[in-house]
């Protein structure tokens, strides 16, 4: 195609100007940067509140399966990404197929004008579902799933159906509901609740740490023959703590669960993940712990669930594919053989996938 000198000279100074922007960008760049304790503890606060006006539904033909639902961050400007994880054994620890999958999107837009310009801006909330990471199926499938999202100021006694945001994993073929929007300012505070400096390591920690760690919730414990296998809730975050070593940074990362095995208050396992990661973003050695007991209601640092939970680190799979193999692990009121603390490698855990490092 032929150009005129002026396109192809304004081309070329935009060109000129991009590469500079790419580079002011990149210059001095950290991977990671240090939080306050305040930071870490409102990010904390902020996704169980998340948590706590969000529901994960199930079609009639469920097979009793157990999962997790998960909340997290999706970028930078505090949008919120989540995943719904259908474990690969049953409440009683059958073994029921390949884990399935939904992740989404939830964001927000500041000010949306309507159609009609003489009708208040309004704040638009977006549920969207992320279809590279989602495993769709059929409206019959056992893992049909549902995820609510609640945008009203109370959302124990909301009536209205349009403050919510409902999205699932079935296919377009069966009429699924791939995305959703809804008004709502107190959503949107609460997302905007918590500015942290996030980078892209930490969100793509995050994305790795929601795809590759899993929990076994237990109603007692595992050596007891009568134990079930219960639902999990859970919220990934930064810590507080990121220093300088050599080639990149140790950061701290933070996982609590709550084993749904009583109504209100929830119980919860409180796991830090300490990473280091190089100067290129890629996931080095780490260790995985569980935090302590708590001394006293109300405390974040700590640990307060009645029954076991184990914690493991797998090597991700692809859909339709069963993951397996030794994992290391920890456990929460687990039997003496069980460690509290270990150590992994990422470059171990994530060998033969892409996922070591960001994009």
Same mark, same amino acid.
């Given at each position: ?5 002026s @396109? ?23 991977v ?8 870490a503890?409102?990010s904390? !606060?902020?996704l169980?509140?998340?948590?706590s006006?969000?529901a ?11 999962g ?18 259908? !474990? ?28 009609n ?8 909330l977006?549920?969207?579902? !992320?279809?590279?990471?989602?495993d ?15 945008t009203?100021?109370d959302?124990a ?6 403050a919510?945001?409902? @999205?699932?994993? @079935?296919?377009?073929t069966?009429?699924?509901t ?10 949107l505070?609460? @997302? ?5 400096p ?12 929601a795809?590759?760690?899993r ?5 007692t ?7 079930g296998?219960v639902h999990?809730?859970a ?10 070593i ?7 990362y ?5 084993p749904?095995v ?12 300490t ?21 006293a ?7 307060n ?8 680190v ?10 397996s ?27 033969g ?7």
């Amino acid at each position: 195609m032929k150009t005129t000198p002026s @396109i192809t000279a304004t081309g070329s100074l935009l060109l000129a100007g991009l590469a500079a922007l790419s580079l002011t960008s990149t210059a001095g760049a950290q991977v990671t940067r240090p939080l306050t304790t305040r930071q870490a503890t409102c990010s904390a !606060d902020q996704l169980r509140s998340m948590l706590s006006r969000s529901a994960v539904m199930f079609e009639p033909w469920f097979d009793n399966r157990t999962g997790m639902f998960l909340f997290t961050y999706g970028s930078s400007s505090q949008d919120l990404s989540g995943l719904v994880v259908l !474990d690969q054994s049953d409440n009683t620890g059958a073994s029921v197929g390949p884990e399935r999958q939904l992740a989404f999107v939830l964001t927000a837009s500041q000010g949306s004008l309507q159609r009609n310009p003489g009708r208040q801006q309004l704040n638009s909330l977006y549920l969207l579902r !992320d279809p590279l990471s989602t495993d769709v199926v059929r409206e019959e499938d056992p893992s049909a799933t549902i995820v609510v999202v609640d945008t009203s100021a109370d959302p124990a006694h909301n009536q209205d159906p349009n403050a919510t945001l409902v @999205i699932d994993n @079935i296919s377009a073929t069966d009429a699924g509901t791939p995305a959703s929007t809804a008004p709502g300012r107190a959503l949107l505070s609460l @997302i905007e609740s918590c500015p942290s400096p996030l980078t892209p390591a930490d969100l793509h920690v995050f994305n790795v740490l929601a795809r590759v760690v899993r929990a076994t919730a237990f109603t007692t414990s595992a050596s007891d023959p009568n134990a079930g296998r219960v639902h999990k809730l859970a919220t990934i975050y930064r810590g507080a703590a990121a220093v300088p070593i050599s080639g990149g940074m140790r950061t701290t990362y933070r996982m609590d669960l709550y084993p749904t095995v009583q109504k209100q208050p929830l119980p919860r396992v409180s796991l830090v993940i300490t990473i280091d990661i190089g100067n290129d973003g890629s996931l080095g050695e780490a260790t995985l712990r569980v935090l302590p007991a708590c001394a006293a209601p109300g405390d974040h640092d700590c640990s307060n669930a009645t029954s076991e939970v184990d914690v493991t680190v797998i090597k991700p799979v692809p859909s339709q594919r069963m993951w397996s193999g030794p994992a290391p692990g920890v456990c929460w009121r687990g039997d003496a053989s069980c460690p509290d603390t270990i150590n992994l490698s990422f470059a171990e855990r994530l060998q033969g996938t892409t996922w070591l490092r960001p994009r």
